[in-house]
T-cell receptor, first 112, second 114 residues
Framework: RKEVEQDPGPFNVPEGATVAFNCTYSNSASQSFFWYRQDCRKEPKLLMSVYSSGNEDGRFTAQLNRASQYISLLIRDSKLSDSATYLCVVNPYGGATNKLIFGTGTLLAVQP | DAGVIQSPRHEVTEMGQEVTLRCKPISGHDYLFWYRQTMMRGLELLIYFNNNVPIDDSGMPEDRFSAKMPNASFSTLKIQPSEPRDSAVYFC????????????FGAGTRLSVL
């Protein structure tokens, strides 16, 4: 089983739609969780950290379910500019290192 | 801050040639990571350093790959000899202890081995 698993997509949604991505991780000792965004032919960039209580940043909401070992990202009112690959990222090493495990990404295409 | 700086941005070489990729991490960051990204395998960690010391090189595919970090502001990833299957985008990233292990990536080097 992969340490971090995501649905590769693509998710094709119209502008204004709400879309949700899920990600599962295998190590229950994982401490840090993130969503990164990668535009075509660009480097990954941090979108948001994911906290146990859930957190929101504008149209983006991230949630963590430790019991089920999954992380979600919800995007409301999708914009064309949201089209990108969204990477689920986990630190399964309990803070002993800054090493991260990246999922293979979920491709989102927002259509006009 | 200028962010993580990688060079060259693009490299085209012939099979058997030596390739050297360069990275300058963000000043003050004590972790440096080298990744390789392909369509088939996604983003793979090759090696990482902490305070210029290699900590985990288990992702380095073969002896043809080597990485060094002679000081806190510079690292190289070398492939010798290069092969067509090494064609990929190579990213360098850095992070700082105590800042929730967030990694910042360079723009990457797109390597094509013919």
């Amino acid at each position: 089983r992969k340490e971090v698993e995501q649905d590769p997509g693509p998710f094709n949604v119209p502008e204004g739609a709400t879309v949700a991505f899920n990600c599962t991780y295998s190590n229950s000792a994982s401490q840090s969780f993130f969503w990164y965004r990668q535009d075509c032919r660009k480097e990954p960039k941090l979108l948001m950290s994911v906290y146990s209580s859930g957190n929101e940043d504008g149209r983006f909401t991230a949630q963590l379910n430790r019991a089920s070992q999954y992380i979600s990202l919800l995007i409301r009112d999708s914009k064309l500019s949201d089209s990108a690959t969204y990477l689920c990222v986990v630190n399964p090493y309990g803070g002993a290192t800054n090493k991260l495990i990246f999922g293979t990404g979920t491709l989102l295409a927002v259509q006009p | 801050d200028a962010g993580v700086i990688q060079s060259p941005r693009h490299e085209v070489t012939e099979m058997g040639q030596e390739v050297t990729l360069r990275c300058k991490p963000i000043s003050g960051h004590d972790y440096l990571f080298w990744y390789r990204q392909t369509m088939m395998r996604g983003l793979e960690l090759l090696i990482y350093f902490n305070n210029n010391v290699p900590i985990d090189d288990s992702g380095m595919p073969e002896d043809r790959f080597s990485a060094k970090m002679p000081n806190a502001s510079f690292s190289t990833l070398k492939i010798q000899p290069s092969e067509p299957r090494d064609s990929a985008v190579y990213f360098c990233a850095s992070s700082r202890t105590g800042v929730k292990d967030i990694q910042y990536f360079g723009a990457g080097t797109r390597l094509s081995v013919l």
